[in-house]
């Protein structure tokens, strides 16, 4: 359904329907496809102010929507609320009708070992199934004992060359500079500034 589409009170909201109702206070995500009677079904509950049915299947769909709702999500600055959607999206894809009860520590580091070209990525994506794992905890989708899957992944490193020795003429300037009066970080300062004036 477009949104011209859509009944009143409904909206698109980061690829799922919301249905909001400001003078009663109702803001609720609904999982349903637009259009089906399932949905309809909601919508016309949620119109007559009746609360929805608690979901009875515990996957990962289910899992993100408590967690998009939770307070630990909403206190998240904006720019951190947009990555962690980005990810989320990645494992709503592929995992959302997995049971979050039956992923081991060996899947997540199977997708985290897939996404091996992208170091960054790979590793952002480990870090945000650890805060989701969390969340099934505190729902109840995962118990305690069992701990959190997705903690103690060992990360990839940064990719890099290493440091590249100074320049022969900012090394003479730095010895230069440095005297017995001045401690090191000061005459590195001092380099660092008179390099810029110079560029």
Known sequence: ???KSLPKYVYNDR??????????GISVMMHEEAGTPEFWDHYNRLLKGKPA????KRNFEALILSYYESDAYKKLKPRTRSD?????SHIRE??????PARIETHHIYELHRANADHWRQANYLVQVM???????????FIKKEHGNPAKGIPLF????????????DVRAEFETLASKRRGWFTSFALVQASALVMS
Not at 53 to 56: S, T
Not at 157 to 168: A, I, M, N, R, Y
């Open 1 to 3: 359904m477009t949104r």
């Open 94 to 99: 592929i995992w959302a009708d997995k049971d």
């Open 15 to 24: 690829g799922y329907l919301r249905f909001i109702r400001r003078s009663r």
């Open 130 to 140: 650890v805060v989701l794992m969390n969340h099934a905890r505190l729902i109840g």
């Open 84 to 88: 962690y959607r980005r990810y989320i």
């Open 53 to 56: 049915p608690a979901p009875v």
């Open 157 to 168: 490193k940064q990719q890099s060359d290493g440091w590249e020795p100074w320049p022969d």
